[in-house]
T-cell receptor, first 113, second 114 residues
Framework: DGGITQSPKYLFRKEGQNVTLSCEQN?????MYWYRQDPGQGLRLIYYSQIVNDFQKGDIAEGYSVSREKKESFPLTVTSAQKNPTAFYLC????????????FGSGTRLTVV | GENVEQHPSTLSVQEGDSAVIKCTYS??????FPWYKQELGKGPQLIID?????GEKKDQRIAVTLNKTAKHFSLHITETQPEDSAVYFCAAIPPGNQGGKLIFGQGTELSVKP
């Protein structure tokens, strides 16, 4: 079955560490997105990519980095520059078409310890 | 750019009652409006969507209505059940170079009391 997979489900980060969250899709979607969700809050866009080897900053890109070397993969690195990284991270993909919405992954919960 | 406002932020209903969540959008050229349901600790799931050439769409107990003149669209859930309890997000796709990038509302936490 086609879908979008995020791993790991839970991730713990020590102060000063970089961590990478994985997002893989087999839906043949062109576009991929990363969102951050804080408790009781909405979805804030971190980065998005509409084509391989290209990506754009979203509303809260500071302290994060991404790459898009393959159509299927869009990993997110939370760097030590992100001062408050504890949150629920959601990856999504779409056909990059104004007539279709997103398919979301199941999320990664990142906690700073 | 496009802005989507969603109300109410929280909604509590008794089991069997109806629930209505409303969203307004700013860009009249937006043409696709999905609704997502997010259960606790999970990713949002698409539950229904509507395109600008349609005024209403139904799928069993859920329906979405679109008023292009007033620039608002609403989610209607009838005969609510405890498993309908979740956070619901509306969204719109703006025109121009944004391709398929969705603009989300702030979310509505629906609680259905048995």
């Amino acid at each position: 079955d086609g879908g979008i997979t995020q791993s790991p489900k839970y991730l713990f980060r020590k102060e000063g560490q970089n961590v990478t969250l994985s997002c893989e899709q087999n839906l043949n979607h062109d576009a991929m997105y990363w969102y951050r969700q804080d408790p009781g809050q909405g979805l804030r866009l971190i980065y998005y990519s509409q084509i391989v080897n290209d990506f754009q900053k979203g509303d809260i890109a500071e302290g994060y980095s991404v790459s898009r070397e393959k159509k299927e993969s869009f990993p997110l690195t939370v760097t030590s520059a992100q001062k408050n990284p504890t949150a629920f991270y959601l990856c999504a993909s779409s056909p990059y078409n104004r007539n279709y919405g997103y398919t979301f992954g199941s999320g990664t919960r990142l906690t700073v310890v | 750019g496009e802005n989507v406002e969603q109300h109410p932020s929280t909604l509590s209903v008794q089991e069997g009652d109806s629930a209505v969540i409303k969203c307004t959008y700013s860009d009249s050229a937006s043409n696709y409006f999905p609704w997502y349901k997010q259960e606790l600790g999970k990713g949002p799931q698409l539950i229904i969507d509507i395109r600008s050439n349609v005024g209403e769409k139904k799928d069993q107990r859920i329906a979405v209505t679109l008023n292009k003149t007033a620039k608002h669209f609403s989610l209607h859930i009838t005969e609510t059940q405890p498993e309908d309890s979740a956070v619901y997000f509306c969204a719109a796709i703006p025109p121009g170079n944004q391709g398929g990038k969705l603009i989300f509302g702030q979310g509505t936490e629906l609680s259905v009391k048995p």
